[in-house]
């Protein structure tokens, strides 16, 4: 049975980032590199919570993302803060974007539970992520699916602050993913940046402060 990827499984991943992390992005943008490295956190991958397979094949994008988009679902702000909840919220999302928006699978390429636990979200995303060179296309964000990766955040924070489990959960996952490929912390936005939407809530407004704490955490 699959098991969420221990941190260390990333080292190979580390070495090829050495040595591509200052190439330049396209557009003549200086990718950024980390001082500190940061390691990997525990995310369980599609098997692991029993996702459905795709509904046909996901595309690979033959380059790096350049930014992260953070969201949240709009689901209920769950007091079951256990990794069964977190596997079953994956489900619960893929069912909805398959199902009802007819996607392929799940549109984000990662989610974040309220408990803090992460999980892959469409396939292939946590294999290019370790590899630091490629991306899965997502449906996530219109206009930015094929060059920014979608993180969901679980619950809705129109009105409320996520738990502190989400939060640090969320700036170590951006922490460890603009390591992997180069994204500069001042890269990180929300969805309503670049759609009409509400989305991701409040955690727009801590924006500014999730670009400093990953800074932080990069050693920047």
Known sequence: ????????????????????????????????AAATRVDQPVIANCATWAARPPSSDVSVVQSRPNKIIVHHTAFPNA?????????????DIQ???????GWLDSGQHFT?????HLTEGRHG??????????????????????????I?????????QPPQALWDSLVWFCAFTCQQYGIPPNEIYGHKDFNNTQCPGLLHDRLPELRSAVATRLGG
């Not at 974040?112 to 803090?116: F, H, K, L």
């Open 1 to 32: 049975m699959s098991v969420p990827v221990p941190r260390r499984a990333v080292l190979r991943g580390a070495v090829l980032l050495g040595a591509t992390a200052l190439t330049p992005f396209g557009g003549g943008r200086a990718a950024w």
């Open 79 to 91: 007091t079951d803060y256990s990794l069964a909840h977190a596997y079953q919220n994956s489900r």
């Open 95 to 101: 069912n909805l974007h398959m199902d009802t928006n």
């Open 112 to 116: 974040n539970s309220r408990g803090g």
């Open 125 to 150: 995303s946590l294999h290019a992520l370790l590899h630091g060179q490629t991306m899965v296309q997502g449906a996530h964000c219109v206009g930015q699916n094929s060059q920014a990766i979608g």
């Open 152 to 160: 969901e955040n679980d619950g809705t924070y129109l009105d409320g």
